[in-house]
C-alpha cells in the first residue's frame, strides 16, 4: 500500500494507459465477417455491397459489384437499400471503423442481416483478394 501512495502518478499513469487499451475491446460492436466468410456470402449470390467510402476512395478500387453509398449520406440514400431487406448486406470502408457505423445505421433501419468486413478494405487487399476500379 506504501508503494501505492509514494508512486500515485505512475501508478494512475499504469491504470489510465490500461484502460485506454482496453476500451476500444469493451465497446459493442456490429457483427463482422473475415474476408474468407465474405467470399463465401459473395459466392452464394444473395449478398449485396454497400461500400461507405467517399467517392474519391471508392474510385481508387473497391470490391466487384459494390454499391457506393458515403457513410454521410446513408441515412439520406436508405430507401436504395430497401429491395434488400431479405438479403445479407455486407459494409465495407477502408479499415472497419466507418462500416461499423454504417452497420448500426442499416439495423435500426430494419435490416437483420448485417455485417461488416473485418478490417476493411485493407484486409482484403491484404489478402490478395481482387479489387476493381
Known amino acids: 500500500?506504501?508503494?501505492?501512495?509514494?508512486?500515485?502518478?505512475?501508478?494512475?499513469?499504469?491504470?489510465?494507459?490500461?484502460?485506454?487499451?482496453?476500451?476500444?475491446?469493451?465497446?459493442?460492436?456490429?457483427?463482422?465477417?473475415?474476408?474468407?466468410?465474405?467470399?463465401?456470402?459473395?459466392?452464394?449470390?444473395?449478398?449485396?455491397?454497400?461500400?461507405?467510402?467517399?467517392?474519391?476512395?471508392?474510385?481508387?478500387?473497391?470490391?466487384?459489384?459494390a454499391k457506393n453509398i458515403p457513410l454521410a449520406d446513408l441515412s439520406s440514400r436508405i430507401a436504395e437499400l430497401d429491395k434488400a431487406k431479405n438479403k445479407t448486406i455486407v459494409v465495407m470502408c477502408q479499415t472497419g471503423a466507418r462500416a461499423d457505423k454504417a452497420t448500426k445505421i442499416l439495423e435500426a433501419a430494419g435490416f437483420a442481416d448485417v455485417f461488416s468486413l473485418d478490417g476493411g478494405l485493407t484486409a482484403w487487399q491484404a489478402a490478395g483478394l481482387p479489387t476493381a476500379k
Do not use: Y
Open 1 to 65: 500500500m506504501k508503494f501505492i501512495i509514494d508512486n500515485i502518478f505512475i501508478v494512475s499513469i499504469v491504470v489510465l494507459s490500461g484502460g485506454a487499451l482496453l476500451w476500444p475491446a469493451l465497446l459493442p460492436r456490429g457483427k463482422r465477417a473475415s474476408t474468407l466468410q465474405v467470399t463465401q456470402l459473395m459466392n452464394r449470390g444473395k449478398t449485396v455491397l454497400v461500400d461507405v467510402r467517399d467517392a474519391e476512395e471508392f474510385a481508387k478500387g473497391h470490391l466487384r459489384d
